[in-house]
């Protein structure tokens, strides 16, 4: 069944580019236009013993987008799985309602999965599984963070193995997928900012894979009960 998960999350990305791609795009701009201005939001030492360099404003703004931007990357699924797509302010809009609450579920899932990779890569893997679908009822549902995170942990209690291989496969293909293209724009623009901006926009568009599978197992969990989700 997980092959079989596997290839509808692929088939829907596929058939969907385009209102995606209306979604994904304005933040992965936002996220490169931030970066140029006030510089990349991490930089890996160039020699042993040098210290880890960030741009602090850089990384709060992106921080702050990322709720936003996958709130809306949410409701776009939800309208298209219902053959409706929105237009982005359509998008937008709903998790600008929900910005507060939504921006307290990220960081509540962010100190979750940090303690989890403090034990190691599987247990942050789990506890992310585990709390996935509290974005999602806070943006769809409107629950509060809390009950958000304790009805996600409740509701994956039945298909965590299922939907923790999925997710594993399916952000390992995306981490492929990203490569080759960031590999190939590289190898044709030299400019790296245009090269960054450039490889921004499709790199996003493959991200939102992770958000499908999400969206894709917690609607069969609200269609058919736990049993048939896996």
């Not at 709060?60 to 219902?82: D, H």
């Not at 929900?98 to 506890?127: D, K, N, R």
């Amino acid at each position: 069944m997980i092959g079989h998960r596997f290839r509808e999350i692929l088939i829907f990305w596929w058939r969907h580019l385009g209102p995606l791609f209306l979604v994904t795009a304005p933040f992965a701009l936002i996220t490169e236009a931030t970066q140029w201005i006030f510089g990349p939001s991490f930089v890996l030492p160039d020699t042993e013993g040098a210290a880890l360099q960030f741009s602090g404003i850089s990384l709060a703004i992106i921080l702050l987008v990322r709720p936003l931007a996958e709130g809306a990357l949410y409701v776009q699924l939800s309208a298209t799985s219902n053959s409706k797509p929105r237009g982005l302010l359509a998008c937008i809009a709903p998790a600008l309602l929900v910005y507060p609450p939504l921006l307290l579920t990220y960081a509540l899932l962010a100190i979750g999965v940090s303690l989890g990779w403090m034990a190691l890569f599987f247990p942050a893997v789990w506890v992310y599984t585990r709390l996935c679908y509290a974005p999602l009822l806070v943006i769809l549902k409107q629950q509060s963070p809390i009950e958000a995170l304790r009805q996600s942990f409740q509701m994956t209690q039945s298909q965590q193995w299922p939907l923790l291989l999925t997710l594993v496969l399916v952000f390992l293909t995306y981490l492929v997928m990203s490569s080759v293209v960031a590999s190939a724009i590289l190898g044709v623009v030299s400019h790296t900012t245009a090269a960054s901006l450039l490889a921004a926009l499709p790199i996003s568009l493959m991200s939102a894979l992770v958000n499908i599978a999400v969206f894709r197992y917690w609607s069969l969990s609200q269609q058919s009960g736990p049993s048939q989700a896996d």
